[in-house]
């Protein structure tokens, strides 16, 4: 069986989807959605791909052809396009942040309830090659309990980045943990569990600041195991692009590419794991491929993706409730009453 794909976009990112796709062998580009024809054109042309184009996303959700698409229009859309999507029986990836406030994730959410579909979410760093040697580790017993997790996503996006344009408005940007630190979020859930409570601050880098929101937040958790963690995200810093996983455990601890553990008896120090890391400039540090191989195996074996829907819906709401907390000083408890 081969998944037709319908690509939505033609950023970046929707051309790394578009190689990924086309390198699977069980995998078909079936079409690109655009406003911009000649855009589309471009793109699939410099990829070297022959497709048709769509003017419209009504009119690729509703080929029944089209057996999956992957969302990679601005979040303002995402949510109505999920939703038209899963009632006509199409299998998602979704780009984060997957909606812009609670209310769409949570009509999201019910869509999706109500029209099972295959989904998958492009928190892709659940694929990088440190995340899967962490996890691993994890569940391996290498650490023990996660009690106290720091993970930072620390990137200068400026107006050198083309989605610097819209990112940096407060209508699409919306928040520095929406717009980029949810990586961090999901990077704490993924390795250390589910979040209970949230405490939240947030500023500007400078009074010139060129964003709409304040570039920097910092967030700190009460975690279901009884644990607690830190998540930053800076988008004005004066560093090269930095994402730091710091996770201590009852067994063992992790200092990004670092490991201690009782599995090493005699060991008196850091052992270094080589790997690539989030931040290491490697192209695999954003695996579409992977993604891909997973969301088309779990279509076809009928499974779950390694972070559907409703698991990536709980990253959400602690991005939410960061946003919520820095702007009322409140501490916010989780999960969000729908």
């Known amino acids: 069986m081969t998944i037709k794909f319908a690509v939505v976009g033609t950023g970046w990112v929707a051309g790394e989807y578009l190689k990924a796709i086309n390198g699977h062998p069980q995998a078909e580009i079936y079409g690109v959605v655009s406003r911009n024809r000649d855009h589309a054109q471009h793109l699939i042309a410099r990829l070297g791909i022959q497709t048709r184009i769509f003017d419209s996303y009504e009119q690729a959700v509703k080929d029944p052809q089209v057996d999956a698409v992957v969302l990679c229009s601005t979040p303002d859309v995402r949510a109505e396009q999920t939703i038209l999507a899963a009632q006509h029986g199409k299998h998602l990836v979704i780009e984060k942040p997957m909606a812009m406030d609670r209310e769409s994730l949570w009509a999201m959410a019910q869509a999706l309830e109500e029209n099972p579909v295959t989904t998958v979410v492009s928190f892709v760093l659940r694929w990088n090659p440190a995340f899967n040697t962490i996890k691993s580790l994890i569940d391996d017993d290498a650490l023990g309990r996660v009690f106290m997790a720091q993970i930072d996503y620390w990137h200068h996006i400026g107006p050198h980045y083309d989605q610097y344009r819209w990112s940096s ?10 717009s980029a630190g949810c990586h961090a979020v999901d990077a704490v859930r993924y390795f250390a569990g589910d979040v209970e409570e949230v405490t939240a601050y947030s500023c500007s ?17 009460k975690l279901k195991n009884g644990g607690i963690a830190k998540v930053s995200s800076s988008l004005e810093c004066k560093t090269p692009y930095k994402f730091n996983i710091h996770l201590l455990g009852e067994k063992g601890s992790v200092m990004n590419n670092q490991l201690f553990t009782h599995k090493l008896p005699g060991q008196t120090d850091y052992a270094t794991i ?27 074996g009928g499974r779950q993706s390694r972070c559907d829907f409703f698991d990536a819906f709980k990253s959400m709401e602690v991005c939410f409730a960061i946003d919520e907390s820095a702007a009322t000083g409140n501490k916010i408890t989780l999960p969000l009453s729908g």
Not at 169 to 178: A, P, Q
Not at 274 to 289: E, K, Q, R
């Open 169 to 178: 408005k407060k209508e699409l940007g919306v928040s520095s943990m929406l």
């Open 274 to 300: 080589p790997t690539i890391l989030p931040d290491s400039g490697d192209v695999t540090h954003h695996p579409f491929v992977q993604e891909i191989e997973d969301f088309v195996e779990a279509i076809l």
């Open 205 to 221: 880098t400078w009074s010139h600041s060129e964003y709409e929101f304040d570039p920097n937040a910092i967030a700190i958790f």
